[in-house]
């Protein structure tokens, strides 16, 4: 029987490749036309010129096919676990909505009610900061009234970690049991949130490791001890694949000490648990998830215990990816990434309140307020959305699945660096780990500092006219969940916008750059609006007189009372009238013109600007240079 063109393998991959070629050429002839150039000489491939590189080095292609397609990872809780790590995972629920308390000065009573309130208003978990203002003693009073089979329960107790784990191991053993009783899974763990390895790195308070390890040989069962931060080097400028490298780094390096101190592999790999950085690249999130639970279960499969390889996760949406300017734009951030978490996969999701990057006693919003929207953040998409009934959706995507598995090479092969170089602790101490994180970051930096990383509200439609939050505060690492190392990707820019407060509160106006458009609204408008937008990314006013000539020139620099000035139209405008606006300038006694645009759309002059302002700058070097300048200038007129 001839067999039809279904079930041809060999025709069908021809349609296919023949399909693929079909869009290559069309998408050439697109690329060439907007070029101005043929499609011979275009300098690569359509795929290779419409491709993109992640700041972790992958390359992400325009298009995904069929010929892309991998085979079945599994079901959702079995090995390789890509599709989730727990097959009982109730679809009604979803993953934990895992809510943070402990880190204000709250007493016991007024935080276990608190606590209650959040139970009842649709949290599913619960993350205890003890410590600082929560005695290990004090958990018994906190956790009163809360099922603990039915409730997760993860501590963050820095260096009083063993003696909180003792104190929730006890209310554990009296704690009343739910009224309807509940086979427990992986959604009902309890950690006791050791991370000893991660924050060596970051500078938290921890525990001893060796004393970690000799309580979680003795632990009971359903209590997790070990909680693998990834936060830690996210939160410092690691990009996903270096931060799953080094979760899976030192998560192997405390299973050798696990396995050393008399556990089985199998039990072993069942006192680890991991914290994961979420950010708001809503399909880099989906994939790291998926990535780390295909890693750990190799992990697992290694040590002879594929079947112990589920990593149990809990997202922690990412405080580095939290402005200090226009926080109110954080809610669609953590919205994002707790979106992508969940999608990707995550047992428990942290939201942390859109102010979270703000120092407490700068925050303009309660505490209540910001809690419930962090809440209800994850509520909506759960309950109205229903993104959490269906157990990995993104599964069976060709794009996902290829980032999928080439995060997981990424990361496993600098992990693989990281184990030829003695291991985790080996290259911790050696700096190896800090000169990847740093690089890193420096990567990110640049990103951010070429505006090629939008940050909405920061570098990129910043409101300048903001009620200043107090100068000195950009770098700041004193709110709750920083760490010595935390690094925001919009730090940089907020730096430059505290200067500018501080000198709008000494001086009564901010550092400003006068606006010299030419020719009609409609020729210098869009010009007008990026470098006004750039300016005030770095806490810099434009003063815009409307269009102007070489004869009104003069009376509109005197009337802004600026050093600098941006000459702004089309090259065709700057052809006809550039020269003339420019003498006229200088004339005026300005010390720098610059031009809005590529410096090769000014006419061959003999004088020309003193630089330009155009896409794909160093914007921070560019708006520190004008800053200084024109607080020199203050300085100097001042004195």
Same mark, same amino acid.
Not at 577 to 604: F, N, Q, S, V, Y
């Given at each position: 029987?001839?067999?039809?063109?279904?079930?041809?393998?060999?025709?069908?991959?021809?349609?296919?490749?023949?399909?693929?070629?079909?869009?290559?050429?069309?998408?050439?002839?697109?690329? %060439?036309?907007?070029?101005?150039?043929?499609?011979?000489?275009?300098?690569?491939?359509?795929?290779?010129?419409?491709?993109?590189?992640?700041?972790?080095?992958?390359?992400?292609?325009?298009?995904?096919?069929?010929?892309?397609?991998?085979?079945?990872?599994?079901?959702?809780?079995?090995?390789?676990?890509?599709?989730?790590?727990?097959?009982?995972?109730?679809?009604?629920?979803?993953?934990?909505?895992?809510?943070?308390?402990?880190?204000?000065?709250?007493?016991?009573?007024?935080?276990?009610?608190?606590?209650?309130?959040?139970?009842?208003?649709?949290?599913?978990?619960?993350?205890?900061?003890?410590?600082?203002?929560?005695?290990?003693?004090?958990?018994?009073?906190?956790?009163?009234?809360?099922?603990?089979?039915?409730?997760?329960?993860?501590?963050?107790?820095?260096?009083?970690?063993?003696?909180?784990?003792?104190?929730?191991?006890?209310?554990?053993?009296?704690?009343?049991?739910?009224?309807?009783?509940?086979?427990?899974?992986?959604?009902?763990?309890?950690?006791?949130?050791?991370?000893?390895?991660?924050?060596?790195?970051?500078?938290?308070?921890?525990?001893?490791?060796?004393?970690?390890?000799?309580?979680?040989?003795?632990?009971?069962?359903?209590?997790?001890?070990?909680?693998?931060?990834? +936060?830690?080097?996210?939160?410092?400028?690691?990009?996903?694949?270096?931060?799953?490298?080094?979760?899976?780094?030192?998560?192997?390096?405390?299973?050798?000490?696990?396995?050393?101190?008399?556990?089985?592999?199998?039990?072993?790999?069942?006192?680890?648990?991991?914290?994961?950085?979420?950010?708001?690249?809503?399909?880099?999130?989906?994939?790291?998830?998926?990535?780390?639970?295909?890693?750990?279960?190799?992990?697992?499969?290694?040590?002879?215990?594929?079947?112990?390889?589920?990593?149990?996760?809990?997202?922690?949406?990412?405080?580095?990816?939290?402005?200090?300017?226009?926080?109110?734009?954080?809610?669609?951030?953590?919205?994002?990434?707790?979106?992508? %978490?969940?999608?990707?996969?995550?047992?428990?999701?942290?939201?942390?309140?859109?102010?979270?990057?703000?120092?407490?006693?700068?925050?303009?919003?309660?505490?209540?307020?910001?809690?419930?929207?962090?809440?209800? +953040?994850?509520?909506?998409?759960?309950?109205?959305?229903?993104?959490?009934?269906?157990?990995?959706?993104?599964?069976?995507?060709?794009?996902?699945?290829?980032?999928?598995?080439?995060?997981?090479?990424?990361?496993?092969?600098?992990?693989?660096?990281?184990?030829?170089?003695?291991?985790?602790?080996?290259?911790?101490?050696?700096?190896?780990?800090?000169?990847?994180?740093?690089?890193?970051?420096?990567?990110?930096?640049?990103?951010?500092?070429?505006? &090629?990383?939008?940050?909405?509200?920061?570098?990129?439609?910043?409101?300048?006219?903001?009620?200043?939050?107090?100068?000195?505060?950009?770098?700041?690492?004193?709110?709750?969940?920083?760490?010595?190392?935390?690094?925001?990707?919009?730090?940089?820019?907020?730096?430059?916008?505290?200067?500018?407060?501080?000198?709008?509160?000494?001086?009564?106006?901010?550092?400003?750059?006068?606006?010299?458009?030419?020719?009609?609204?409609?020729?210098?408008?869009?010009?007008?609006?990026?470098?006004?937008?750039?300016?005030?990314?770095?806490?810099?006013?434009?003063?815009?007189?409307?269009?102007?000539?070489?004869?009104?020139?003069?009376?509109?620099?005197?009337?802004?009372?600026?050093?600098?000035?941006?000459?702004?139209?089309? &090259?065709?405008?700057?052809?006809?009238?550039?020269?003339? %606006?420019?003498?006229?300038?200088?004339?005026?006694?300005?010390?720098?013109?610059?031009?809005?645009?590529?410096?090769?759309?000014?006419?061959?002059?003999?004088?020309?600007?003193?630089?330009?302002?155009?896409?794909?700058?160093?914007?921070?070097?560019?708006?520190?240079?004008?800053?200084?300048?024109?607080?020199?200038?203050?300085?100097?007129?001042?004195?």
């Amino acid at each position: 029987m001839p067999q039809t063109p279904a079930s041809n393998p060999d025709r069908s991959d021809r349609s296919l490749e023949e399909a693929y070629q079909a869009w290559s050429e069309a998408a050439a002839a697109v690329l %060439a036309k907007s070029r101005r150039t043929t499609v011979e000489d275009l300098p690569a491939s359509a795929e290779e010129l419409l491709s993109t590189s992640t700041l972790d080095g992958l390359r992400v292609r325009p298009l995904y096919t069929r010929k892309d397609e991998s085979s079945e990872p599994g079901l959702p809780g079995g090995f390789p676990f890509v599709r989730g790590a727990d097959p009982d995972r109730d679809v009604t629920l979803g993953w934990r909505v895992t809510e943070r308390f402990g880190d204000d000065a709250t007493p016991a009573a007024d935080l276990n009610r608190g606590i209650l309130d959040a139970l009842t208003n649709g949290a599913s978990g619960l993350w205890l900061s003890v410590g600082s203002t929560v005695a290990p003693a004090d958990l018994s009073d906190v956790l009163a009234g809360v099922y603990l089979d039915l409730i997760p329960v993860t501590l963050d107790a820095g260096a009083d970690g063993i003696a909180a784990a003792r104190a929730l191991l006890a209310v554990h053993e009296t704690a009343l049991a739910a009224p309807q009783a509940a086979t427990a899974t992986a959604a009902t763990l309890t950690s006791l949130g050791f991370s000893p390895l991660t924050a060596a790195f970051s500078g938290r308070p921890t525990v001893d490791a060796a004393e970690a390890t000799a309580l979680a040989t003795s632990v009971p069962a359903g209590v997790r001890a070990f909680r693998v931060d990834g +936060t830690d080097f996210a939160t410092a400028g690691a990009d996903n694949a270096l931060e799953l490298a080094l979760l899976i780094a030192a998560a192997v390096t405390h299973l050798r000490d696990l396995t050393e101190a008399g556990l089985s592999a199998a039990d072993a790999l069942r006192q680890i648990t991991f914290a994961v950085s979420a950010d708001d690249d809503q399909f880099a999130t989906i994939a790291k998830f998926r990535a780390l639970r295909k890693i750990w279960a190799r992990v697992a499969e290694v040590v002879g215990a594929p079947d112990s390889g589920a990593a149990l996760t809990h997202a922690v949406t990412d405080l580095s990816m939290q402005s200090q300017r226009d926080p109110w734009v954080n809610m669609l951030r953590t919205t994002v990434a707790a979106f992508g %978490a969940g999608v990707g996969g995550a047992d428990q999701v942290t939201v942390l309140g859109f102010d979270a990057a703000i120092p407490s006693d700068r925050r303009t919003s309660s505490a209540a307020f910001s809690r419930r929207i962090a809440r209800n +953040t994850q509520l909506l998409l759960l309950e109205e959305s229903n993104i959490g009934r269906v157990l990995d959706p993104a599964g069976g995507s060709w794009f996902v699945e290829s980032l999928t598995d080439d995060l997981a090479s990424s990361a496993w092969a600098t992990f693989g660096e990281i184990e030829a170089a003695g291991g985790y602790r080996a290259a911790l101490g050696s700096g190896l780990i800090a000169d990847k994180v740093a690089g890193a970051l420096a990567a990110r930096d640049d990103s951010v500092a070429h505006r &090629k990383t939008a940050v909405t509200g920061v570098n990129e439609f910043p409101n300048l006219d903001e009620k200043p939050l107090g100068a000195g505060i950009a770098d700041t690492t004193d709110v709750p969940l920083g760490a010595p190392k935390l690094a925001r990707v919009a730090r940089a820019y907020e730096e430059l916008r505290d200067r500018s407060d501080a000198v709008l509160a000494d001086t009564g106006r901010r550092p400003s750059v006068l606006l010299l458009p030419l020719g009609s609204v409609a020729e210098h408008n869009a010009r007008t609006t990026f470098v006004a937008n750039l300016l005030a990314a770095g806490g810099i006013s434009a003063i815009n007189p409307g269009p102007v000539t070489a004869e009104t020139i003069a009376a509109a620099v005197a009337d802004a009372a600026t050093p600098i000035a941006v000459i702004c139209g089309t &090259k065709q405008r700057y052809a006809d009238d550039g020269p003339a %606006a420019l003498a006229a300038a200088r004339a005026a006694g300005l010390d720098t013109i610059l031009l809005a645009g590529p410096d090769k759309e000014w006419p061959d002059a003999e004088d020309r600007p003193d630089g330009s302002l155009r896409v794909g700058i160093d914007a921070i070097a560019t708006l520190r240079d004008l800053f200084e300048k024109l607080t020199h200038d203050v300085a100097g007129a001042r004195s």
